[in-house]
């Protein structure tokens, strides 16, 4: 399994960007298809995208479309989340996954290995 750590969260105003990176230990980074999600106060986790394991293949939740850009760097085994037009709603801990399959799945059980998030607060 492969130790995930995220960074880059932190407070924005609403329209602004941040980019988020999860990195990952092991050797094995390639085999995993990677995983954004995120968790706003008493709400549960929900999926913001997810990457194939070459990167070829992306898949966004709708509401994130043409906001969001995730991308991985398999020779530095990190993924990215690109995040511009911020909205308070997309205020929320934000989690890096990994799973070891060849789904890009939106759902949380799909996922092996979870880090242990990362702050993002959007003000209005």
């Known amino acids: 399994q492969v130790q995930l750590v995220e960074s880059g969260g932190g407070l924005v105003q609403a329209g602004g960007s941040l980019r988020l990176s999860c990195a990952a230990s092991g050797r094995t980074f390639s085999s995993y298809v990677m995983g954004w999600f995120r968790q706003a106060p008493g709400k549960e986790r929900e999926f913001v995208a997810t990457?194939?394991?070459?990167?070829?293949?992306?898949a966004y939740a709708d509401s994130m479309k043409g906001r969001f850009t995730i991308s991985r760097d398999n020779a530095k085994n990190t993924v990215d989340l690109q995040m511009n037009s911020l909205r308070p709603e997309d205020t929320a801990v934000y989690y890096c996954a990994a799973e070891q399959g060849f789904t890009l799945g939106s759902d949380q059980n799909d996922y092996d290995c979870w880090g242990q998030g990362t702050q993002v607060t959007v003000s209005s």
């Open positions: 990457i194939s394991r070459g990167g070829g293949s992306r």
